[in-house]
T-cell receptor, first 116, second 112 residues
């Protein structure tokens, strides 16, 4: 089941510009995470934001979470060519029955291209 | 160095020939999981394990088996691979199912 959906699917910007990616989800969450994947390689964790947090920073990354709109955004400031990658959001999918254990579900990702 | 390792990294096999992809982590994580990644479908969870001898199905478990006999290892078994299991497979581990996931480098599988 798809919980998080990233938008846009692809984004192309010039080096030095800011890149913004969005993630929308359907049900209540405990936390939301952002990951980065360089072509064909393993995903690398960027930021985890909990449901009671609204904003978090890590270096050039800024993540916001709006639980009322069920959405999150990832902002990369002053982008570099090395930021070229796919970016995924991941949320916990609570079973509708309310029973069982939680697991993360990933969106399909935003493919970011930063042109030197 | 803290890491998740997978072997093999690349594998070409034929339909019906049983195979195992190994996954090992050295971070003493309790939670481990397997994902497959396909173009246009994103990352989908196959199986996960919350601890030794505790496993459960993810979103796409059909055609796969797992076992968790030791905390550090979580092998993925394809008893009778079929071409629709051609994919890029990732193992991941963490302290909890909802916490930061540490991913392996991936195993690219081609089933002919």
């Amino acid at each position: 089941s798809q919980q998080g959906e990233e938008d846009p699917q692809a984004l192309s910007i010039q080096e030095g510009e800011n890149a913004t990616m969005n993630c929308s989800y359907k049900t209540s969450i405990n936390n939301l995470q952002w990951y980065r994947q360089n072509s064909g390689r393993g995903l690398v964790h960027l930021i985890l934001i909990r449901s009671n947090e609204r904003e978090k920073h890590s270096g050039r990354l800024r993540v916001t979470l709006d639980t009322s709109k069920k959405s999150s955004s990832l902002l990369i400031t002053a982008s570099r060519a090395a930021d070229t990658a796919s970016y995924f959001c991941a949320t916990d999918a609570r079973p509708y029955s309310g029973a069982g254990s939680y697991q993360l579900t990933f969106g399909k990702g935003t493919k970011l291209s930063v042109i030197p | 160095e803290a890491q998740v390792t997978q072997n093999p990294r690349y594998l070409i096999t034929v339909t019906g020939k049983k195979l195992t992809v190994t996954c090992s982590q050295n971070m003493n994580h309790e939670y481990m999981s397997w994902y497959r990644q396909d173009p246009g479908l994103g990352l989908r969870q196959i199986y996960y394990s919350m601890n030794v001898e505790v496993t459960d199905k993810g979103d796409v478990p059909e055609g796969y088996k797992v076992s968790r006999k030791e905390k550090r290892n979580f092998p993925l078994i394809l008893e009778s691979p079929s071409p629709n299991q051609t994919s890029l497979y990732f193992c991941a581990s963490s302290f909890g199912g909802l916490e930061t996931q540490y991913f392996g480098p991936g195993t690219r599988l081609l089933v002919l």
